[in-house]
């Protein structure tokens, strides 16, 4: 969180509409327009993140309509599966939902002497959905922790079960909360539970979702769900709940303004990770698909996909990470 706040605090230049449009949102207009150019051949292989699937595959078909004859391939299992993919060189590739591990990074450093490099290529708002027809607006993250795990280290006296104990009345009052989460091997389920849970472990009753939509699809077919998932996979079957910190602090809804102050509290990155041997330069095929992501045809697939697209002074920061200056 802090990592996040740190950059962008300093850089919300990017104009928020006031027309609704995709994610009410606008394109920052210093970004580059891409431009194709010769030679950019390969295989784009990419392993990693199912929250960023969508995205990696609006990305790969855009930059394919530029050179026909790059081969695509998308495999979205989870974060934990880009570093390991990276370190046996099966991809060139890597979105995550989070920061690399420090064991991530050893593992990385010991193959290859350096660290693994991650571009924060747009903003997600992990949300806390419930079911369209709940009327509740806002749960504070005690409440949330005492919802989802059984450690309940952020200080409830104890665990919440039913919907009245959040502070539903009337019918919802005894109706029992049912739960909807992602596998270990996701980084949202691993960001959830460092942000949203104290790290504690979560409650053996959470139905495991393979993927970010199932978890969405979960909460709209389940009148009494709730689970966590990335702002791009919202329906109109389900809300996203404002948000607090703190018990009995000002609820954050999960709208795009407060995604780019920092202020909604799970806020966050979404990054590629590469192999980037520092000094060096990237061949055509990975230095021209990095440019594609970071100029404006880029950052327009991250609004379609239900993103926040990242301001032009982050995306210079990133592409100079990779020693890209043009």
Request: a positive charge; hydrophobic letters at 35%; proline letters at 6%.
């Amino acid at each position: 969180m802090s990592k996040f706040r740190s950059i962008v605090a300093a850089v919300c230049a990017v104009v928020l509409m006031a027309a609704p449009a995709f994610a009410q949102v606008s394109v920052d207009p210093n970004l580059p327009d891409y431009t194709p150019v010769s030679g950019v051949v390969g295989n784009i292989k990419s392993v990693g993140s199912d929250t960023m699937n969508n995205m990696m595959t609006l990305w790969a078909e855009g930059f394919k309509t530029m050179y026909p004859n790059v081969q695509v391939e998308i495999e979205g299992k989870g974060s934990s599966t880009a570093p390991p993919s990276l370190i046996s060189a099966t991809s060139n590739f890597g979105p995550m939902s989070r920061a690399t591990k420090s064991k991530e990074d050893d593992a990385f450093e010991k193959r290859f002497g350096y660290k693994p490099t991650q571009l924060p290529t747009s903003i997600d708002m992990l949300a806390v959905y419930v079911n369209k027809d709940n009327p509740i607006e806002g749960l504070s993250f005690p409440q949330v922790d005492a919802i989802f795990s059984k450690s309940r280290k952020l200080g409830m006296a104890s665990s919440i079960d039913k919907w009245g104990q959040a502070g539903l009345t009337g019918a919802w009052a005894n109706a029992p909360i049912s739960l909807y989460g992602r596998n270990s091997a996701s980084g949202t389920y691993g960001y959830f539970k460092k942000h949203a849970l104290g790290k504690g472990d979560y409650r053996d009753s959470v139905k495991e979702q393979p993927g970010s939509s199932a978890v969405v699809q979960g909460v709209a077919s389940d009148k009494y769900g709730i689970g966590y998932s990335g702002i791009g996979y919202k329906t109109a079957d389900v809300k996203a709940i404002a948000l607090s910190k703190e018990e009995g602090g000002k609820l954050i809804p999960a709208t795009p303004e407060y995604a780019y102050t920092g202020d909604y509290p799970l806020s966050r990155f979404l990054w590629l990770t590469v192999n980037y041997k520092p000094g060096s330069q990237l061949e055509p095929l990975r230095k021209e698909f990095i440019k594609y992501i970071f100029s404006k045809q880029g950052q327009m697939d991250v609004v379609k996909d239900g993103y926040y697209p990242i301001t032009a002074q982050i995306a210079k920061k990133a592409l100079a990470s990779v020693n890209i200056h043009d």
